[in-house]
Nanobody
Framework: QVQLVESGGGLVQAGGSLRLSCAAS????????MGWFRQAPGKEREFVAAINWRLGSTYYADSVKGRFTISRDRAKNTVYLQMNSLKPEDTAVYYC?????????????????????WGQGTQVTVSS
């Protein structure tokens, strides 16, 4: 069973950058899809970005395109979310999620219910 641990959250001023990490343990995730979701206070959890580990294909929410980049490090079994030009509306708890890539088609990486493995979350706060 895969376990996920996020890190890298914190407090940053608007316009700044943060890099989140999601370390996978328990087994290799070479045949998995991994995604980032976020949940702001009083709002539903929403998709941010995803990557197909095997293919390297990436997917982004419109709200973060051009500002956020998802990537993977095979040697470290870790996925990263580089967040640039942060805005106060990016403030949320960010969650890493994963599941076997056979569960996905092109349009389904955005769907929260496709991911059965979740991390505990890491807080990102962007001040104005």
């Amino acid at each position: 069973q895969v376990q996920l641990v996020e890190s890298g959250g914190g407090l940053v001023q608007a316009g700044g950058s943060l890099r989140l990490s999601c370390a996978a343990s328990g087994r290799t995730v070479s045949s998995y899809a991994m995604g980032w979701f976020r949940q702001a206070p009083g709002k539903e959890r929403e998709f941010v970005a995803a990557i197909n580990w095997r293919l390297g294909s990436t997917y982004y929410a419109d709200s973060v395109k051009g500002r956020f980049t998802i990537s993977r490090d095979r040697a470290k079994n870790t996925v990263y979310l580089q967040m640039n030009s942060l805005k106060p509306e990016d403030t949320a708890v960010y969650y890493c999620a994963a599941d076997h890539d056979r569960r996905y088609s092109t349009g389904s990486y955005y769907e929260e219910e496709k991911y059965r493995i979740w991390g505990q979350g890491t807080q990102v706060t962007v001040s104005s």
